[in-house]
C-alpha cells in the first residue's frame, strides 16, 4: 500500500527529475589539429550561439529567472475549471482504432455506464482522468471557487464504489490499456485526493485506492522489463511516465517500486546527450 505525497522529497524524486529534465548541452570536444581548433574557436566567438529557452545564467535572456512569473488566480482558475466542467459528463466517441478489413464493426454504448465507469467523459480514459485532476487541483487551490459546489457533484457522482469497482473489473481484462500515460495521471489523481485535508476527498481517496495500487504495481513491472524507452512525443513517452508518477508516490518502505522508478530514469537517461 503506497501513500502518495504533492511534494516527493529532493532526495528522491528531484534528483530523477534532474536526469529527466536537465538540459543536455552538446559536447564541443576540439579537434587534435591546431589549425582546425583555432578555426572553430574563430567561429564561435563571431557566431555566438543562440540563447536556448532553458539557457544562460539566472538574469540573462532565456534563463529561468528571466521568464515571467504565471500566477494562478482566482479568475484563472474558474476559465480553467469550466474546460473540464464542460466535458466531464459526455461520453467518449466511438474509438478510432478499430479495423474494417475483414469484418464490420458496430459498437454500441454500453448500458448503464454511468454505474460502473468513473472516467467515461471527455475526449478519452486519460483526458477525462486529468479533467479529473484539473478539478481537484482548482478547488483545493480556491474552496471558495464559485463552481466548486458543481465540481464535488461531479467528482460524488463520478467516483463511487460502484464506478470504481467496474473500472478494476474492466483493467483485469485490459492490462496495457492506457499504458503508462494513462496510470500515471491516475496515480497523480489519487494523490491529489490523499494529501487534501477534506473529508469527501478522503473518501474519493479510498475508492480510488485498488486501482492505484493497481497501476503502481503494473507500472514497475512494465519499467523493469522494459530495455529501451519510448522517446516519442506522444502518450507512450517514458519519462512522462517516470516523472509524473514520481509526483505522485512517496512508498512506504521497502519502497521497490520509488526504487524502481528511479532505477529506470537513471538506465534510460543518464547517458543522453545533446538533448
Not at 540563447?51 to 484563472?76: H, K, Q, W
Request: hydrophobic share 35%; with cysteine.
Amino acid at each position: 500500500m503506497f501513500r502518495p505525497t504533492p511534494t516527493p522529497p529532493p532526495t528522491t524524486a528531484a534528483a530523477v527529475l534532474a536526469v529527466l529534465c536537465a538540459a543536455c548541452a552538446p559536447d564541443h570536444a576540439p579537434s587534435t589539429d591546431s589549425d582546425e581548433a583555432a578555426v572553430h574557436a574563430d567561429e564561435d566567438s563571431a557566431n555566438p550561439p543562440a540563447e536556448t529557452a532553458v539557457g544562460g545564467a539566472d538574469g540573462e535572456p532565456g534563463s529561468p529567472a528571466s521568464l515571467p512569473e504565471r500566477v494562478l488566480d482566482l479568475e484563472t482558475a474558474l476559465s480553467l475549471g469550466s474546460l473540464p466542467l464542460s466535458c466531464i459528463d459526455r461520453p467518449q466517441a466511438m474509438p478510432r482504432s478499430r479495423s474494417t478489413y475483414l469484418y464490420d464493426i458496430t459498437y454500441t454504448r454500453r448500458p448503464g455506464f454511468e454505474q460502473d465507469r468513473a472516467f467515461y467523459g471527455c475526449w478519452d480514459w486519460h483526458s477525462a482522468v486529468n479533467s479529473t485532476w484539473t478539478m481537484v487541483r482548482l478547488i483545493k487551490e480556491f474552496p471558495d471557487l464559485s463552481t466548486a459546489p458543481l465540481v464535488r457533484e461531479k467528482l460524488r457522482s463520478h467516483i463511487t464504489e460502484g464506478t470504481i469497482r467496474g473500472e478494476m473489473e474492466f483493467f483485469a481484462r485490459n492490462r496495457t490499456f492506457e499504458r503508462p500515460y494513462g496510470w500515471a495521471w491516475l496515480l497523480l489523481l489519487h494523490a491529489e485526493l490523499a494529501s487534501w485535508d477534506d473529508p469527501e476527498a478522503e473518501t474519493w481517496s479510498d475508492r480510488l485506492e485498488p486501482l492505484a495500487d493497481l497501476f503502481a504495481d503494473r507500472l514497475g513491472d512494465y519499467l523493469t522489463d522494459l530495455e529501451e524507452p519510448s522517446r516519442s512525443g506522444a502518450h507512450t513517452n517514458t519519462a512522462f511516465a517516470i516523472a509524473t508518477t514520481l509526483q505522485a508516490l512517496e512508498l512506504p518502505p521497502p519502497r521497490r517500486r520509488e526504487r524502481t522508478l528511479r532505477d529506470a530514469a537513471v538506465r534510460f537517461y543518464a547517458d543522453d546527450k545533446g538533448c
